[in-house]
């Protein structure tokens, strides 16, 4: 068979403009391998390549959506060592991985945990290998630092609250809804509170939180007036990463803080990286993250399955700003 089911972005618009579309299965070059995807899980990009707003990078499909996958080894190209047929494999791509097969560069992948089934894999690549890439490595966190995630109950939120624990860490976050604080104090946070427009209330928390020290990380994946805050309420010597803009893509810097702190503000996106950053991220994950699975101390969150046929519904789920964790697409 040279053709595979796949989510297709007929025109640019609403959840409704998807279809499932039978298409050309991707053909592979001798350093790559084709794996049988079983799970994807959606992320804030999908959502604006389908309305046109995110095209995908150079050679990636600009209409199958998904960035992250779970699967099995299906075939290898010649020149293949790492994996063999058979072996469950998850990672990021740049798109298409919301179809039944993708392509990628054999050190694009790391090993599943037996632990794991294909919901929960499918769950891991994009928010643990963004939140350990910014926090273990960009911001180099070390134990009993604290660190502030903003939109805590999003996935790269939850598993950055994971990851802060298992460094021996503090996390604390904010959230527009206190049920996401307290499904957050599960998997770790600290303390939070309900950020909606009263970022002076998120400063004299901060204080509390620390005895006036100061938040040594900020994770801010809500962007905006999040980051003018954040400058308020960081340490001497602080790190801020910018992951997201859900909130707004203009920050205001105030250089009373970002000068008189000596703070470090940090831009990071892991879809336009080069390959070779690409890769180093993976094995990276693969290595520091990946058995921490198997261990028990990090675990996926879902929040709710979707079939490959009903993905309209799955985009209105996460557009609704009512997830907690992962939406994840089963190819079935």
Excluded: C
């Amino acid at each position: 068979m040279n053709t595979m089911r796949a989510v297709w972005i007929a025109r640019f618009g609403g959840p409704e403009v998807l279809e499932v579309r039978e298409v050309g299965k991707p053909t592979f070059t001798s350093d790559q391998v084709l794996v049988r995807v079983r799970a994807s899980a959606l992320n804030r990009a999908d959502l604006l390549q389908r309305q046109g707003k995110y095209p995908a990078p150079a050679g990636s499909p600009q209409e199958i959506p998904g960035m992250e996958f779970a699967g099995e080894v299906a075939e290898t190209g010649p020149e293949v060592r790492t994996w063999k047929p058979g072996q469950r494999v998850f990672g990021l791509l740049g798109g298409g991985a919301q179809a039944e097969y993708v392509v990628t560069h054999e050190r694009l992948l790391a090993e599943i945990p037996a632990n794991l089934d294909w919901a929960g894999a499918a769950a891991v690549p994009e928010a643990f290998i963004t939140a350990h890439d910014a926090l273990w490595i960009q911001a180099a966190l070390r134990p009993a630092e604290t660190v502030l995630v903003h939109s805590v109950g999003s996935g790269v939120g939850l598993a950055a609250t994971q990851l802060v624990r298992a460094m021996q860490a503090v996390p604390y976050g904010t959230s527009r809804t206190a049920d996401k604080i307290a499904q957050a104090k599960q998997y770790g946070l600290q303390e939070g509170l309900v950020v909606r427009e009263n970022f002076d209330d998120l400063v004299v928390a901060a204080g509390k939180w620390t005895g006036g020290k100061g938040i040594n990380v900020v994770l801010d994946l809500a962007g905006g007036p999040y980051v003018k805050a954040s400058q308020k309420l960081m340490a001497l010597k602080g790190r801020m990463l910018l992951v997201g803009s859900v909130a707004g893509g203009s920050y205001e810097l105030d250089s009373r803080y970002v000068m008189g702190k000596r703070l470090q503000v940090r831009g990071t996106v892991l879809r336009a990286r080069s390959l070779e950053e690409k890769i180093q991220a993976t094995q990276a994950f693969a290595a520091e993250v990946a058995p921490l699975f198997a261990a028990g101390v990090l675990r996926p969150t879902i929040d709710s399955t979707f079939k490959m046929a009903d993905i309209a519904r799955a985009h209105e789920r996460l557009e609704s700003n009512q997830t907690f964790g992962k939406v994840v697409v089963v190819m079935e």
